[in-house]
Structures are given as C-alpha cells and as structure tokens.
C-alpha cells in the first residue's frame, strides 16, 4: 500500500497536518512564544518533526515553495522561540482552527 490510505493522502502528509494544527494551537495560547523543547514535550514529537513542520509554517522558503508566513522563529541566549505571526486587522490563522 506504499504508505497511503486507499484514496487518501499518505500517512505522513496526515500526520505532518495534524502536527501542524496542533503547532498553531499551542501557538495561539502563548502570545509570548514557547521554547522549541517546551513545545516538543506538550505535542510528544521529536524536534526534528516539529522543525520539519514548522519550516513549512515560517517565512523562509523551502526550494521554489514560499512558507506559509505563519510561525516567527527567534533565538533567544541558548532558547529557540516560536511565536506566532499574526496580522492586524486579520483574523489569525490558528483561530480558524478552533
């Protein structure tokens, strides 16, 4: 089955969506940002997941595919941060999700 669902998208991109939501939620309930290991600890993912995931959610392109523009990255002494990017006047994007 190559790791699909029959007529569904492949477990990963499921998973990495599902990831997503949850990155944007915890987002959203910590206007002062989270550290990258706190963040890791409250979703139970391995860092190398929530970073995969969220450079598809920052400002930084991957290849010819922009970001999404949603997630600021800041490092802060020894600590990644992650806030996230909302405009004015704009509803912000992890709100949607509730």
Same mark, same amino acid.
């Not at 990017?85 to 709100?95: K, L, R, S, V, Y």
């Given at each position: &089955?190559? =790791?699909?669902? $029959?007529? =569904?998208?492949? &477990?990963?991109? !499921?998973?990495?969506?599902?990831?997503?939501?949850?990155?944007?939620?915890?987002?959203?309930?910590?206007?002062?940002?989270?550290?990258?290991?706190?963040l890791c600890k409250? @979703?139970? !993912?391995?860092?190398?997941? @929530?970073?995969? %995931?969220?450079?598809?959610?920052?400002?930084?392109?991957? =290849?010819? /595919?922009?970001?999404?523009?949603? !997630?600021?990255?800041?490092? /802060?002494?020894?600590?990644? @941060?992650?806030? #996230?990017?909302?405009?004015?006047? $704009?509803? %912000?994007?992890?709100?949607? #999700?509730?």
């Amino acid at each position: &089955m190559n =790791g699909t669902k $029959e007529n =569904g998208p492949a &477990m990963n991109e !499921v998973n990495q969506s599902n990831l997503a939501d949850d990155i944007l939620r915890e987002l959203a309930q910590a206007p002062e940002g989270i550290s990258t290991a706190r963040l890791c600890k409250r @979703l139970n !993912v391995r860092m190398s997941s @929530l970073l995969r %995931c969220i450079a598809w959610l920052g400002t930084e392109p991957i =290849g010819d /595919q922009p970001g999404l523009g949603l !997630v600021r990255i800041e490092q /802060q002494d020894d600590r990644t @941060l992650l806030f #996230l990017i909302t405009q004015p006047n $704009e509803p %912000c994007a992890a709100t949607a #999700l509730k």
